[in-house]
């Protein structure tokens, strides 16, 4: 069974940084696109950054030139380095991973809780 677990979230003050990691185990895998997503009580979940399998990237406007998505392949695992935080970025992140081959399907992470006080 496929798991992905993250970690990192916490609370921390505006121009603070965090890193979050997610890892998915349960198998070997051959991973398509890792991203990260955000949701806020009443909002849509919104794709904050993306990663291919060949290392392209892309960002939501609202992080751009402050979170880096990077991912280590031989460890199944995607990480978010976010600097410069917001009090609006504050909402609960989630791990996304779309697999092929054997494990195919769109994986999600439980979520961790990201807090930006002012």
């Known amino acids: 069974q496929v798991q992905l677990v993250e970690s990192g979230g916490g609370l921390v003050q505006a121009g603070g940084s965090l890193r979050l990691s997610c890892a998915a185990s349960g198998g070997i895998f051959s991973i398509n696109i890792m991203a990260w997503y955000r949701q806020t009580p009443g909002k849509q979940r919104e794709l904050v950054a993306l990663i291919t399998g060949t290392g392209s990237t892309n960002y939501a406007d609202s992080v751009k030139g402050r979170f880096t998505i990077s991912r280590d392949n031989p460890k199944n695992t995607v990480y978010l380095q976010m600097n410069s935080l917001k009090p609006e970025d504050t909402a609960v992140y989630y791990c996304?991973?779309?697999?092929?081959?054997?494990?195919?399907?769109?994986?999600w992470g439980q979520g961790t809780q990201v807090t930006v006080s002012s």
């Open positions: 996304n991973m779309i697999m092929q081959r054997a494990y195919a399907g769109n994986y």
